[in-house]
């Protein structure tokens, strides 16, 4: 069975920082892009950041640029978002995701086969 776990969030202050991490099990995810979302109160799901596997290509959604770092460690098949600079916007519950094909856009929530439970993120002014 697989499972993706989040781990990491909490309440912040403004300005703060967080390191969520993403266990998974079950297979390994070393040949397959690996994404993080969030999920605001009732906003849709959004696209924060993923990591392409065979060319390590990063990529970030616009208000995280410059302030969050995606990255894995494929030897604990898991992948990790450094959050700093935490604005209170970035409140939300945040869920890793893994793509197993190479089809669709990484920035879509559609393209990602399997998610994690999610962790909340709450950032204070």
């Known amino acids: 069975q697989v499972q993706l776990v989040e781990s990491g969030g909490g309440l912040v202050q403004a300005g703060g920082s967080l390191r969520l991490s993403c266990a998974a099990s079950?297979?390994?995810?070393?040949?397959?892009?690996m994404g993080w979302f969030r999920q605001a109160p009732a906003k849709e799901r959004e696209f924060v950041a993923a990591?392409?596997?065979?060319?390590?290509?990063?990529y970030y959604a616009d208000s995280v640029k410059g302030r969050f770092t995606i990255s894995r460690d494929n030897a604990k098949n898991t992948v990790y978002l450094q959050m700093n600079s935490l604005k209170p916007e970035d409140t939300a519950i945040y869920y890793c995701?893994?793509?197993?094909?190479?089809?669709?856009?990484?920035?879509?929530?559609?393209?990602?086969?399997?998610w994690g439970q999610g962790t909340q993120v709450t950032v204070s002014s």
């Open positions: 079950g297979r390994t995810f070393s040949r397959s892009a």
């Open positions: 990591e392409s596997w065979n060319r390590g290509r990063l």
């Open positions: 995701a893994a793509r197993v094909d190479s089809y669709g856009s990484l920035y879509s929530v559609n393209s990602y086969s399997y």
